[in-house]
């Protein structure tokens, strides 16, 4: 394990049973969200968001043998925890001196916000855009995102005219 360099302070991250922790000096060199399908697949969600940090400012601080790891033959690497099976770090051939981690890791500030979006035009029809939501009522916590009704007028009765049949 090297020693931190001089930084603003340190960001600590952990998989989601605690069996692998890491850090980060920050700030972190840069965020994004990547909507690429292969981030999608690996996370199982909408998409990815990452924190980039130089290798030398990456720190395995507990459970480094329970990280397994997967390469792909492009060049990246996935690495994993082999007890929760969360993502832990992701590398990319082309560019051996950073590592990639996942924001959601994180407990606190990393020292960069996620401005960049990767891979933006694969972006699932069924992923949330900010549409706004509205609480659901009898659960508690949970919102949702009304559908768009077409709004009657008065006198716009779709059974009216049935009506006057009978």
């Not at 720190?59 to 690495?79: H, M, P, Q, V």
């Not at 009898?138 to 006057?164: H, I, M």
Request: hydrophobic share 35%.
């Amino acid at each position: 394990m090297t020693k931190p360099t001089a930084s603003a302070g340190i960001a600590k991250a952990q998989c989601l049973c605690g069996a692998v922790a890491f850090e980060i000096d920050v700030p972190a060199r840069w965020a994004w969200h990547d909507h690429s399908p292969t981030s999608r697949r690996a996370h199982g969600a909408a998409y990815a968001t990452y924190v980039g940090s130089w290798r030398k400012r990456f720190r395995i601080t507990k459970g480094k043998g329970a990280i397994t790891r997967y390469e792909d033959t492009d060049g990246t690497a996935r690495s994993f925890c082999s007890r929760c099976g969360t993502p832990l770090i992701y590398e990319r051939a082309r560019s051996p001196h950073m590592v990639n981690l996942p924001r959601a890791l994180f407990t606190g500030r990393t020292g960069r916000q996620p401005l960049y979006h990767i891979g933006i035009e694969e972006l699932q029809e069924w992923a949330y855009t900010g549409e706004p939501l509205v609480p659901l009522k009898g659960y508690p916590g949970v919102v949702w995102q009304r559908t768009k009704k077409k709004r009657r007028s008065a006198g716009d009765d779709p059974f009216e005219l049935a009506r006057e049949e009978v």
